[in-house]
């Protein structure tokens, strides 16, 4: 059975901490990884990864993927209020039903002034 | 603002009801995606239309069905309502049909209470 499973399952910091976010993975047919940052309603879209060990970044969010242990990991540094939400990430796999996003539960950040 | 649009934002209605959601993807995607979340079990994908036909499918209930029209705005029909049926609905949408780098897209979802 596909699973994804996130951690920590929440997270409090302080603003300007550096937070790294996990996931791991273990889909069929394994065929990328997707973050998401969801705050009051829709996920909204971070970083696709596709390729091992090739840091995608943006702003002070960051990503990189290991297909040899199926693992990613997100990492926001100097975190503000603003990034507080929870992050989903997702692996997309492809199998005889077609290809689908298996998401994991999700890990709330929550960033105090 | 995604440019994906889900009616209605709310809706609340009895067990063993039929309901209909609405979702129109954005300009020029043709795969639309359905998810459902509820809190004790996540974001869960139910199911994928590309240019009209099925693509994918997840945890879909024989209850709920979908389809997608050719204007590629979607229906979600889900019936005889149970309480665990209460959720988020969300619709996605893709430019291509769930190629390794295709991109989804999140609708504002239709929040779903069963009573």
């Known amino acids: 059975e596909d699973k994804v499973v996130q951690s920590p399952l929440s997270l409090v910091v302080h603003e300007g901490d550096t937070v790294t976010l996990n996931c791991s993975y273990e889909?069929?047919?394994?065929?990328?990884l997707l973050w998401y940052k969801q705050e009051k309603k829709a996920p909204t879209f971070l970083f696709m990864l596709?390729?091992?060990?090739i840091e995608k970044k943006s702003g002070r969010l960051s990503s990189i993927l290991d297909k040899k242990e199926l693992f990613s990991i997100l990492n926001i540094t100097a975190t503000q209020t603003g990034d507080s939400a929870v992050y989903l990430c997702?692996?997309?796999?492809?199998?005889?039903?077609?290809?689908?996003?298996?998401f994991g539960k999700g890990t709330s950040l929550l960033v105090t002034p | 603002d995604s440019g994906v649009t889900q009616t209605p934002k709310h809706l609340i209605t009895a067990t063993g009801q039929r309901v209909t959601l609405r979702c129109s993807p954005r300009?020029?995607?043709?795969?639309v995606y359905w998810y459902q979340q509820s809190l004790d079990q996540g974001l869960q994908f139910l199911i994928q239309?590309?240019?009209?036909?099925?693509?994918a499918k997840g945890n879909i209930l024989e209850r709920f069905s979908a389809q997608q029209f050719p204007d590629l705005h979607s229906e979600l029909n889900l019936s005889s309502l149970e309480l665990g049926d209460s959720a988020l609905y969300f619709c996605?949408?893709?430019?291509?049909?769930?190629?390794?780098?295709?991109?989804?897209?999140f609708g504002p979802g239709t929040r779903l209470t069963v009573l």
């Open positions: 300009s020029g995607d043709l795969s």
């Open positions: 997702a692996a997309r796999s492809n199998s005889n039903s077609g290809y689908a996003l298996n």
């Open positions: 596709t390729s091992s060990g």
């Open positions: 996605a949408s893709s430019v291509g049909g769930g190629l390794r780098t295709d991109t989804q897209y």
């Open positions: 239309y590309y240019n009209g036909e099925e693509r």
């Open positions: 889909v069929t047919n394994f065929r990328s």
